[in-house]
């Protein structure tokens, strides 16, 4: 075969892979949502809202264990699980920790709260020793979503990075040196309908 066709077929093959290329990354850019339409996993996604405001049901123990089950479910870095969770019942210790800070409010109004709690130490240690708060974050984000799609409500209400915060709730639940309090999760059963915000934003996203 002549030099010149070896050339041809290569440019040809080229081509066809970046042509290729472009027909995915437009497919991906165009895509509509109607071929998970119907999927309960992600319309609970979705239609997820915080909510603060909750009457006075309270979720059944097993409808706890599946958020317990469910936050520690979440993903972790190198599956290291430096969490723990802390369920709130008791309304005198509810009503303290909503009384000690306006954002932690919601906690007094909720039949319970799920505290979620990092344990730096159990993480990686060095450059690696914040990715406790990624894993912290993940396992809030599950107990919402869960809470969610059995029909209850709730809303993460941040405990962490705040130094004041931390160290009251430290003090009211007793918890030991080893943990930090990352987030309060209130949860009960919506006193109103609340509406999912719509946060799609086409150019908050790029295809290379
Ligand atoms: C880490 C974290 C901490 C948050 N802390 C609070 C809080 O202290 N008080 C509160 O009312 N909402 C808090 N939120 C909820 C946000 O305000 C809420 O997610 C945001 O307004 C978007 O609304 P949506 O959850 O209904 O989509 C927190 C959310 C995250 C992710």
Aim: some cysteine; charged content about 20%; glycine content about 6%.
């Amino acid at each position: 075969m002549k030099s010149s066709m070896w050339l041809t077929l290569f440019l040809a093959a080229g081509l066809v892979c970046v042509s290729a290329r472009l027909a995915y990354v437009e497919s991906v850019v165009k895509a509509d949502v109607s071929d998970v339409n119907g999927d309960e996993t992600i319309e609970d996604i979705m239609t997820r809202a915080s909510v603060r405001r909750f009457t006075e049901a309270v979720p059944t123990d097993s409808m706890v264990q599946v958020l317990l089950r469910a936050g520690m479910a979440a993903h972790s870095i190198g599956n290291k699980q430096p969490w723990r969770m802390t369920v709130l019942v008791d309304d005198e210790i509810k009503d303290s920790v909503a009384g000690a800070f306006r954002n932690l409010k919601p906690v007094g109004d909720a039949p319970l709260a799920i505290v979620v709690c990092g344990v730096p130490g159990e993480t990686y240690q060095g450059e690696g020793d914040g990715y406790w708060v990624a894993d912290c974050s993940a396992m809030a984000q599950n107990v919402n979503i869960a809470a969610h799609a059995m029909g209850l409500g709730s809303v993460t209400c941040a405990v962490y990075p705040r130094s004041e915060r931390m160290a009251k709730v430290k003090e009211l639940l007793e918890l030991p040196d080893s943990v930090v309090p990352f987030a309060m999760i209130p949860v009960g059963y919506p006193k109103a309908a609340n509406t999912a915000k719509d946060k799609w934003d086409e150019n908050k996203v790029s295809y290379k």
